[in-house]
């Protein structure tokens, strides 16, 4: 018996080929969009989750609290994990890394040869790190590995770098020698895996915490400084974490000055909240994403699935009247309405589990593209066994909805009426329910297509809105000799493309994560007095290379080994309520030590536009020179291999690398980058899916007035009289769901914008703008049925059997 229902479903979907094509579409855009999310939602929500101890591992992160603020850090004074792992002897492990940070190392090979390599990633690990995090070993002891002061523990994808012809013989390249920062000889003594794509433990290659400690001593015993120092700890269980936090909280005193106890606190974040906590940050070399990021992405998954199965539901009960006289005959011979309705359950069933097939061929091509998509976020998603559950329960949501209503209605149909092709629709006030299904859909519609330009719009303000300072064309690099920084900036101002040269600690906003921090007071303060302000390192060409705006006073005039001048921006001047005019020639103490404000620059974004301008100190410090900014008129391919070129021969002895400011800027907004994009697509997505619903609609609709139509054109009306008849439908179906959507996308995007210090103002037109739209499209995409009927022969309409 089954056997034949399966035969003769099969049958009726290759018989009605254009309906099971336009159903199929719609249903596997939907599903595919949905599993691809899901995917997204669970490979963002797992970082880090694979290690044994992940419940019961905790990030010490520092509570700052100054005079008119409190700073959450992620990274702590590096001495901390020592003094917890000596005094607290009932946590069963402490672990302490510096980094990742950047380093470069070479390689000598058998004809002396030398190959030069940098790397972002060196991560500094005491030997604790190994037996807290999973680590898979290729070569090596994971029990000593680390002991030795000059080691280094390298990954398999360094391996592949720096040793190409030994990668399937690890144990060859065992005890070679890398020689890191062209000085300190480091033996090779282990080959891991690489670190999972969901880890935040970033890292190419280890180094011992004991090696950094040795050669950075004044960092590596300060407990007033935070640095780019991460400690772990391991508890027994979960139920030690608040105890814990209380005895940190009388027992610091034993370490910190009095004045740094009053400003310092502790607290533990549990490992698997790292990825999705925005109060501390992101981990060094990370990145976030924020829960309610997940939590949005989970309900826009289950919007376009709905939606999908809507329009699937829509355009199966629009065929009604077409099988309507094959349910009449079924039961005038007898058919049970069972019977019908396992027979149209299997039919649409056969078509759901086809179009689940094809959209796991579809998301199988899509991962890798997104994966390349999103590279600049590392992202690694994969798609295989492991995912069979999420293809199940939305398979199984898809057929609960989506096959069993449509059998319902249709098994429905009285034989008498519907052999005299007269069935009737239940309605309800002005609309049935296949109409509410239809503005439910369009309101989904709505907001994705009005968050999209929101979104853009923002996306928009944080690229073109001024930022303070100049930043196009603006290539930034590494500057290894300080000795030969006059020789470098007089060779490159021949070239005739370079129009500029400066050198700094960094460029005027703050990006990759890299910003000096200090703390400011006047001399005759106490430390507890002291704010916190960002610190910058600035030669006598940066305010005019970037185009700082002087306010008051005057740039540096010579750069010095020992700085006595400061600049100052207008926020810092603010804080004393002092005028620019005020602050020159004022004297106040960072962290560093004392000096004299000679100028103050106009308000400039040192950070990102999703957080506020803070205090700034420029220095005349030409101890942190370590970055040169050149301004390129033309950056063509011959223009960057001359600058290559001058790099290269000025600094020989070591690794060339360059990057474009803006560039740079931009990876500071990669999450909201995401959300535009994906609104975006999501908007074409729901489009497109309820496009289809709309053209099921007008389908069904149509074959119910033909009669109708007939009559209509017979007693006179013309084409633009059917038309503008059908017009209605649909016009109410969108403004109504245009007025239900408008409230919660409102809500919505107004709270997310709430998340940026500066931002765009909502404004009605963008509503509208969304709505029109819609509209358009709708119209657009009802035309040809529209049309198609109001052209049709009366004569057939009205011929009765």
């Known amino acids: 018996m089954f056997k034949n229902y399966i035969k003769i479903a099969w049958r009726n979907l290759l018989k009605n080929k254009v309906s099971t094509i336009i159903n199929s579409i719609g249903l596997s855009i939907g599903i595919s969009a ?11 929500s797992s970082f880090d989750d694979y290690h044994t101890n992940a419940s019961r591992t905790y990030r010490v992160v520092q509570h700052n609290k100054l005079p008119d603020q409190t700073l959450y850090w992620n990274t702590t004074a590096y001495p901390l994990a020592e003094a917890l792992r000596n005094d607290f002897p009932d946590i069963d492990m402490v672990t302490q890394t510096a980094g990742p940070m950047s380093r470069e190392f070479s390689i000598q090979d058998q004809e002396r040869d030398v190959s030069r390599f940098e790397e972002s990633e060196v991560l500094f690990a005491d030997a604790y790190y190994l037996q807290t995090f999973d680590t898979k070993w290729l070569a090596g002891n994971p029990d000593t590995a680390l002991n030795d002061l000059n080691s280094i523990v390298l990954t398999q994808t360094l391996v592949e770098k720096y040793f190409p012809n030994d990668q399937d013989n690890l144990q060859s390249i065992m005890g070679k020698t890398i020689l890191l920062q062209g000085k300190d000889p480091l ?9 999972p794509p969901n880890s935040n433990q970033r890292y190419s290659l280890l180094i011992p915490y004991e090696f950094f400690k040795v050669n950075n001593t004044f960092f590596a015993n300060n407990w007033s400084g ?7 700890v391991v508890l027994q269980n979960k139920d030690q974490r608040k105890l814990l936090e209380s005895k940190i909280t009388t027992w610091k005193k034993k370490y910190l000055k009095p004045e740094d106890d009053a400003r310092i606190s502790y607290a533990l974040q549990p490992l698997q909240e790292i990825h999705n906590e925005t109060l501390y940050g992101s981990s060094p070399g990370g990145y976030i994403i924020p829960t309610h990021i997940l939590y949005t992405a989970l309900l826009v998954a289950l919007f376009i699935l709905i939606i999908a199965i809507v329009n699937f539901v829509n355009l199966i009960t629009a065929q009604s009247v077409s099988r309507s006289k094959e349910v009449g005959i079924r039961k005038a011979l007898g058919s049970k309405r069972l019977d019908i309705v396992i027979q149209f359950l299997v039919e649409n069933g056969m078509m759901i589990i086809i179009t689940l097939i094809s959209s796991i061929l579809i998301v199988h091509v899509l991962i890798h593209q997104l994966n390349s998509h999103l590279s600049i976020i590392n992202l690694k998603l994969e798609f295989g066994i492991k995912d069979i559950g999420i293809i199940i329960a939305i398979g199984t949501f898809t057929i609960l909805l989506a096959a069993i209503y449509p059998a319902i209605v249709l098994s429905a149909f009285k034989p008498v009426q519907a052999l005299k092709n007269k069935i009737q629709i239940r309605k309800t006030g002005a609309f049935n329910f296949r109409r509410s299904l239809i503005v439910f859909q369009f309101i989904i519609v709505q907001i994705f297509v009005i968050a999209a330009i929101i979104v853009a719009f ?7 809105e001024p930022k303070g300072f100049s930043s ?8 290894p000799n300080h000795s030969k920084l006059d020789v470098f900036k007089n060779i490159l101002l021949e070239n005739t493309s370079i129009t500029d040269v400066a050198y700094g600690s960094g460029p005027p906003m703050a990006v990759n994560g890299f910003q000096l921090g200090t703390s400011f007071r006047l001399p005759e303060q106490n430390i507890q007095e002291a704010k916190d302000a960002e610190m910058k390192v600035a030669g006598t060409n940066y305010l005019k290379f970037y185009d700082l705006k002087l306010i008051a006073g005057r740039n540096f005039t010579t750069n010095k080994e020992a700085f006595d001048e400061f600049i100052v921006n207008e926020t810092l001047v603010k804080s004393y309520n002092w005028t620019p005019e005020e602050a020159i020639g004022k004297k106040i103490e960072i962290n560093e030590g004392q000096a004299t404000i000679v100028g103050v ?8 536009f999703q957080y506020e301008i803070t205090p700034c100190i420029l ?19 011959e223009a960057l291999a001359s600058l290559e070129k001058t790099w290269k021969n000025t600094f020989p002895n070591a690794v060339y690398d360059y990057h474009f400011l803006d560039d740079a800027i931009e990876k500071e907004y990669v999450v909201e980058g995401m959300i535009y994009k994906g609104f975006t697509l999501f908007s074409i997505l729901a489009i497109s899916i309820g496009c289809l619903g709309l053209f099921g609609l007008m389908s069904f609709i149509i074959s119910r007035k033909k009669k109708e139509i007939g009559l209509r054109k017979v007693l006179g009306a013309n084409v633009a009289q059917i038309i503008s008849f059908f017009s209605k439908e649909f016009i109410q179906i969108v403004v109504l769901a245009f007025v239900l959507a408008v409230p919660f996308v409102y809500y919505m995007m107004n709270l997310w914008l709430e998340g940026f210090t500066y931002r765009i103002t909502i404004s009605i037109w963008m509503f509208l703008g969304g709505g029109v739209l819609t509209l358009f499209i709708a119209l657009v995409t009802c035309s040809f049925q529209s049309i198609k009927a109001a052209f049709s022969n009366p004569i057939n309409a009205l011929r009765e059997e």
């Open 472 to 479: 196009s064309a603006v290539i930034t690099t590494s500057v």
């Open 34 to 44: 949905c599993i691809l999310i899901l995917i997204f939602v669970t490979y963002e």
């Open 226 to 232: 935070n640095y780019q120092g991460t400690t772990f």
């Open 187 to 195: 033996k090779i003594t282990g080959v891991v895996k690489d670190p």
């Open 601 to 608: 620059v106009k308000d400039y974004h040192n950070n990102s």
């Open 619 to 637: 220095l005349n410090w030409s101890f942190y020179h370590n970055q040169a900014f050149i301004k390129i008129n033309d950056p063509n391919p």
């Open 458 to 464: 923002q996306m928009d303000y944080f690229k073109n």
